[in-house]
């Protein structure tokens, strides 16, 4: 048996001290209960809404619009990115543009999309779709324009056609870097969920806080904080070991 | 040469495409403006200062917000990047609370602070900490150990060894965290202001939006596209320089 290591209990004892010392602030009164409730009430919130299980219905709301809007964003991203990383042609065509829109910040796209979608699921997922893309985008075009010369002559030496190429040589090999960006683009998804949930009144946590807080019942805005911050671990998390087990080869090789 | 002519030919088949349909009646979509209004209003935004204020607001609160994550995380970060043992200890802390979106403080924030500057400022820290915090941390690990023997022997205090020894071998490092911090400073301020705080040029397109002054709002986006760039530009050319004349100075 091994000891348990003494830094993760003082790891564990520094977060620990940080939340007695809110909480003894927040009994003495030194910070207004109304900013700071006390974490204990804040947990037992959290607490009571696990087991009654009105948790779940805004968890799940903002989990799958982040998961389709996300989904969106790599399918359309993977696209693009594969016709630019491959083809001269079509990045010339592209890519000016597609630099300049980049910097856009997606939330800024909001307006744009209420016009055109009201203030409804797909007014999100479009969202959500604009601002995810980048980094999906960015990581396959890289991942397709890198693939190694050999692996090229290898293809030509079989014969293969171009859509033969892209799918048996050029996808697999640019896999890594795909996945690597299909992670970021997950984060993004969650802070632009939650973004237009609060704009649009889009029922999930991003409304939830926003609503706990209009009405002064902080423990639930801290509730819902602390069930966001658990989401957007748990998918980063989830995504790093997918990579993980997909990517087991290039480790044995490597 | 061949980049710009082909680059310049799906935007300009698009804005003709869209300037001919709504002239010849095509297309009489009250959410499409035509672009010829969209240049003309944008150019009266840039005239009468509208446009040009907002855009004040909205880079003092984003630099604002930069500055204290970047004094924040500049000095936790070297000091958790001179132990060990202490970075392994607040370690778990800072992982759990960096996956917590910036955005969703906005709530707390505009109840700490009310509308204005400093929830706007805040969130931006909040949001830029993270990565200059965490590339500091592994940055002055990676300073030649030698070099912090030498701050042992002349006694320095940490101040002395934070200008003298840490800033100068970790800065390249650093420098790149700004950078990256420095866009998402940008993206977060404009996100607060179109969430809901009242001033900037989030809030001047939202309120456009509203208003259904589609030109105008179609102007705004059309600036802080070309603001957006110009800024990217800006920082990748101040990073190469910034470096140079960094060991320049040494």
Known sequence: MRSIDPIKIAALGFALALILTWQVLAELRIISPIFFPSPSRALSVLVARVLDGSIWTPLVATGLRMLFGWALASLVGVAIGAAIGSSRLARDLLEPTLDFIRPLPASAMIPIAVLFLGLSNAMSLSVIAFGAIWPVLLATVHGFSSVQPELRQVSDVLGFNRLAFLKKIALPSAFPDIIAGLRVSLAIALILAVVTEMQASLPGLGWEIFYAQRVYRSADLYAGLVMLGVMGFAANHALMLFERRVLRWRNLHA | ?250
């Open chain 2, 1 to 250: 040469m061949r980049r710009i002519v082909l680059g310049s030919i799906l935007p300009t088949l698009f804005i003709a495409i869209w300037e001919i349909s709504s002239r010849s009646g095509l297309l009489t979509l009250e959410s499409l403006s035509r672009p010829s209004d969209i240049v003309r209003a944008g150019i009266g935004g840039l005239t009468d200062g509208s446009i040009l204020v907002a855009t004040g607001q909205t880079f003092e609160t984003a630099l604002l917000g930069l500055t204290f994550a970047a004094v924040a995380g500049i000095i936790a970060g070297a000091v958790l990047g001179l132990s060990p043992v202490l970075e392994r200890v607040v370690n778990p802390t800072i992982e759990a609370l960096r996956p917590i979106p910036a955005v969703a403080f906005i709530p707390l924030a505009l109840m700490m602070f009310g509308f204005g500057v400093s929830m706007e400022a805040t969130i931006v820290a909040y949001a830029c900490l993270w990565p200059i915090l965490i590339v500091t941390i592994s940055a002055v690990r990676a300073i030649e150990p030698r070099l912090l023997e030498v701050a042992d022997i002349l006694e320095m205090t940490f101040a002395e060894r934070l200008r003298k020894i840490i800033l100068p071998a970790a800065f390249a490092r650093i420098n790149v965290s700004l950078r990256v911090a420095a866009g998402i400073a940008l993206v977060v301020a404009v996100t607060v202001e179109i969430v809901l705080n009242p001033r900037g040029l989030g809030y001047s397109l939202m309120l456009a939006q509203q208003s259904l002054r589609v030109d105008v709002m179609y102007a705004q986006l059309l600036w802080l596209c070309v603001i957006g760039y110009a800024l990217n530009a800006l920082l990748r050319n101040i990073g190469p320089a910034a470096i140079a004349l960094s060991r320049a100075s040494r």
